[in-house]
């Protein structure tokens, strides 16, 4: 198994950017716990969003992140429980050929990815696993850099905009 560490998709010709299409259901942790995803374990802290995606998936998303990457459906208040739409925030993504890990962050929990499963770079050293068939579902491909914002590029590269 492939282990990675310190990845910088931006360097990566095989890397390309995506978006997410899909409406979750959230529940704001009442307590600190840890939930178990696909691909791997998420460890989450009082008023963390757990998340349940259109595929049954599950995740777990900091507070601190949650608003920046999730908008409520109308008429539900930010905040509670309930449909929140994916924010259209372009990510960094790379098919892997084999078997990897990597952790969310430094420190953070150690994802587990087969073969042709996706390696998402939200942010320097922010990372996710998404399982091929999900990805296929939920992501679509920016057909052209310009297609970014530079408010989106800005999300996703925040430390080498600086």
């Known amino acids: 198994m492939l282990a990675l560490a310190d990845i910088d998709l931006t360097t990566d010709s095989a890397a390309t950017h995506y978006v997410k299409d ?14 178990t995803s696909r ?21 777990s998303v900091s507070r601190d992140r949650f608003d920046e990457k999730y908008e409520p459906l109308p008429p539900l208040p930010a905040g509670a429980d309930g449909p929140y739409r994916a924010r259209p925030i372009p990510v960094l993504a790379k098919q892997m050929p084999e078997p990897f890990t990597i952790a969310r962050r430094a420190g953070g929990d150690l994802l587990r990815g087969e073969a042709q499963d996706w390696l998402l770079q939200y942010a320097p050293g922010d990372y996710g ?10 992501y679509r491909r920016l057909a052209t850099d310009s297609d970014m914002t530079a408010t989106s590029v800005q999300k996703i590269l925040p430390e080498k905009l600086g």
């Open 22 to 35: 899909e409406v979750v259901d959230v529940a704001f942790a009442t307590a600190a716990g840890e939930l």
């Open 39 to 59: 691909e791997g374990p998420n460890r989450y802290q009082t008023g963390d969003a757990l998340i349940t995606g259109s595929t049954g998936d599950r995740w």
């Open 129 to 138: 696993i998404v399982e091929n068939a999900r990805f296929a579902r939920v």
